[in-house]
């Protein structure tokens, strides 16, 4: 046998996977796949409706705390206040934990210290212990941002709007069914079975958690502000106990005037330290933005709404008859009439997502509380009958739900996603704030329009209908505040013409051709002219060029020409803001001044080129050149192709920057083995300088040869097999000239093993780019003997 070797290459073995282009996140490898999202949505909407029970559960007992308690009615409250106080304490507090550790891993948190809090509370009936099992239930209310967090991690676009809007809804479904359940166990059974019930809730919705919903990979970069929870907690127990308390006390107290005059200080001085700190609880700056100040606005003016229905109808239900407007219905009756409420919010959440899609969450929300509006218009009237308040649950209901499902889809698209948790705590405590406004206003009301009756003191007709028309001003004024909302734009808006100049608007991705070109081909131009061109001076033709008003308006777009100059008109005199985009390059922005009709300021916008984290050079071949041509393509952690591109003539490659999650990228090249990397793409990345990192690909190695007769022919029908370590890599039989071929091998040693006639086996040692050319004599069985 004769052995030659060719494109010989140095012997020893590189290894079979380089380093990562991105260090894994500390504490974790690479997430999973995902799981498949089908329950997700009914999970944590389960999981939001279990936390809103706990706001309604004392609801049918609340009139007979005082003596279940053994205390005063004064005291009673408190079993109230306290799930209330924790609940607004822990919402933004849980939303910002969960998007520094996992939103998952924090809403498992908050249902089990529910469950520890209903179990305390199932357990006694000592007032003390009460409060504290009742603030350990309310400090699960942070489970609602952080579902809604965890929806728009994990789902996709076309299906996040009508989950946001139903787990958003939860709130009201939860508070609304849970009136008439809890009334049948508190009727038929001992009133601790409803915290039983609420614990059994708890370890439900723990488990399914755990079962379908995934652990989202998001994170927002920096640490828990310590300072920050601490002094938002203080600002809101003293902006919230008097809110709550200050029937009781005396509004003109000195009790509740210095706790409103210490939460505005505490707020105060709460708000100058999270401007100044890196890693703030609350990001204010991204809450004094427009769309969200004025969303978190209405949310409280919702808030004060939905809570008002929930005070008038038990009672207006359950008064006696006797009172002459009273209905006389029972605990059960009451709570079955107050059902539709919930229920109606669950069903209008597909409704809410057709008209967001067609007309933007604004004008949900702007129908919504027109809707609840109408609803408690109608209920001043509609109160002689228990069909005429389950018809006014459903009116006020589907507003509500429609209202409710909107605040999300307000805040998700106004802030980053590693924003989300801490964005919607922010706004949830928004609407716990006005409900918490709504029942201490209404209870006032309440309390001094009330008539005796018998031993007791009840409300009158005229305090009811009081209580709606509050309602009805705060949806008013939530409307008047909505309005105010930026509405997004489905299309480019043109320009408004001018005798003087009319800029066409182009969209991204239209061809030069169909948009100015140069200012020479606008008649009296006035607007901005220039050119777009890179770091080095070189036009960018087609960048998207955008002109945007001092009210955040786009007032004209367009494309570069070839040379890289532009031309639009301005509407009217006045600062903008230019901006300038393409593909490969950062985005500029740049503020201008126009001056007025007739007058065409300059103004040149220049694009670095992107720093993708995603870059670098492809190199393979015997020397380690670079690679033209390559493929480079981007796998997510579900397997699909995300996106792919090709090294340049130098072995360049650059990829745009990706949405964070985990990805794939996979290396081929002819002749090359193909190799894999793993990415990890976080928040925190984004602003890291990036690194070009150099990836070499090992040239495959190839076998080949012919089979021989005694005789010296070439042999057909002879069977060639290469092993590795005795397992087998490839198996080829030979053709007429006795030829055979293994190629795209790695750098490895082989046996090769012919049979045909008596086997022969030769060993064979690869490198990488090696091509060994082996010829095997086989003798006839005879030739042995």
Not at 502 to 527: F, I, K
Not at 547 to 556: P, T
Request: charged residues 10%.
């Amino acid at each position: 046998m004769t052995q030659t070797t060719t494109d010989q290459l140095p012997a020893s073995s590189a290894e079979s996977a380089g380093p990562p282009l991105l260090p894994p996140r500390s504490g974790g490898g690479h997430r999973a796949p995902r799981r498949a999202d089908a329950g997700v949505v009914p999970v944590l909407a389960f999981a939001g409706i279990t936390v809103a029970v706990m706001q309604t559960l004392l609801v049918p007992v609340i009139k007979d705390l005082p003596t279940l308690l053994g205390t005063a009615p004064s005291n009673a409250t408190w079993v109230m206040t306290a799930t209330l106080l924790a609940g607004a304490v822990a919402t933004p507090i849980m939303g910002r934990l969960g998007d520094l550790y996992g939103k998952r891993r924090m809403l498992l948190a908050s249902l089990g210290v529910m469950v520890i809090g209903s179990l305390i509370c199932g357990f006694t009936s000592q007032l003390v212990i009460m409060i504290i099992g009742r603030a350990l239930q309310g400090f699960a209310m942070g489970a609602i941002p952080l579902g809604i967090g965890l929806m728009r991690d994990e789902l996709p676009r076309e299906r996040l709007g009508s989950a946001m809007a139903l787990m958003s809804s939860s709130i009201g479904v939860g508070g609304g069914l849970a009136v008439p359940g809890a009334a049948l166990v508190a009727q038929h059974a001992d009133w601790h079975a409803l915290f039983f019930t609420a614990a059994g809730l708890g370890v439900l919705s723990m488990l399914l958690t755990l079962l379908i919903v995934p652990e989202t990979p998001v994170r927002a970069p920096g640490r828990f502000d310590v300072a920050g929870a601490l002094g938002l907690s203080a600002g809101l127990v003293a902006l919230l106990l008097p809110i709550t308390k200050g029937g009781d006390w005396g509004w003109g107290s000195p009790r509740t005037l210095v706790l409103f005059g210490a939460a505005a200080l505490i707020l105060l001085l709460w708000g100058v330290m999270e401007l100044r700190i890196a890693d703030p609880l609350v990001d204010l700056r991204t809450s004094a933005r427009r769309e969200v100040l004025l969303t978190n606005l209405a949310s409280i003016t919702v808030g004060v709404a939905f809570y008002a229905i929930s005070l008038v109808l038990p009672q207006l239900l359950q008064l006696p008859k006797s009172t002459g407007y009273g209905l006389g219905q029972t605990m059960v009756v009451a709570g079955l009439c107050v059902a539709p409420l919930g229920l109606t919010m669950m069903f209008v959440a597909p409704v809410y997502a057709r008209i967001a899609a067609r007309r933007g969450p604004k004008v949900s929300l702007l129908l919504g509380m027109l809707i609840i509006g109408v609803g408690y218009g109608a209920g001043i009237g509609l109160m002689q009958a228990p069909w005429q308040t389950a018809v006014v649950a459903v009116v006020v209901g589907a507003g509500i739900g429609l209202a409710y499902s909107s605040l999300p889809a307000l805040i998700v698209g106004a802030v980053d996603a590693s924003e989300t948790g801490a964005a919607n705590g922010l706004n949830t405590l928004m609407r716990s704030i006005g409900t918490s406004v709504s029942s201490a206003v209404i209870g006032m009301v309440l309390a001094h329009m009330s008539q005796p009756l018998g031993s007791v003191t009840v409300p009158t007709m005229a305090g009811f209908r009081v209580s709606f028309l509050i309602a009805t001003a705060a949806v008013a004024l939530g409307v008047l505040v909505a309005a105010f909302l930026p509405s997004p734009r489905t299309s480019p808006p043109r320009p408004r013409p001018t005798d003087e100049v009319e800029s066409t608007p182009t969209a991204p991705g239209s061809t030069t051709a169909d948009a100015p070109a140069t200012l020479a081909q606008l008649t009296d131009p006035a607007g901005f002219r220039g050119r777009v061109t890179n770091a080095t001076g070189e036009p960018v033709p087609g960048a998207t060029v955008t002109l945007i008003d001092r009210h955040g308006q786009q007032a004209g777009v367009t494309t570069a020409a070839p040379d890289g100059s532009y031309a639009l008109a301005a509407p009217a005199a006045g600062t903008y803001v230019l901006t300038a985009a393409a593909p490969g390059h950062a985005p500029q922005a740049t503020s201008a001044t126009h001056f007025g009709a007739g007058t065409v300021a300059d103004a040149d916008l220049v694009l670095p080129a992107t720093d993708s984290i995603l870059h670098g050079t492809l190199l393979g071949g015997p020397h380690g050149t670079p690679l033209p041509d390559a493929s480079v393509v981007v796998t997510d952690a579900r397997g699909d192709v995300v996106t792919a591109t090709a090294t340049d003539t130098d072995g360049r490659w650059t990829l745009p920057h990706l949405p964070d999650d985990d990805y794939t990228l996979v290396f081929s090249a002819p002749g090359h083995q193909p190799t894999a990397r793993a990415v990890q793409l976080t928040p925190g990345d984004r602003p890291a300088a990036p690194h070009a990192r150099e990836i070499r690909l090992h040239p495959s190695a190839t076998v080949a040869g012919t089979v021989l007769a005694p005789n010296g022919r070439p042999l057909a029908d002879a069977s060639v097999t290469l092993l590795e370590d005795g397992t087998v890599v490839a198996h080829t039989v030979t053709g007429p000239d006795g030829a055979y071929a293994f190629t795209d091998l790695a750098a490895r040693h082989y046996t090769l093993s012919a049979a045909g006639y008596a086997p022969h086996a030769a060993p064979v040692s690869l490198a990488n780019g090696a091509e060994a050319h082996l010829d095997l004599d086989l003798a006839h069985p005879a030739a042995g003997n």
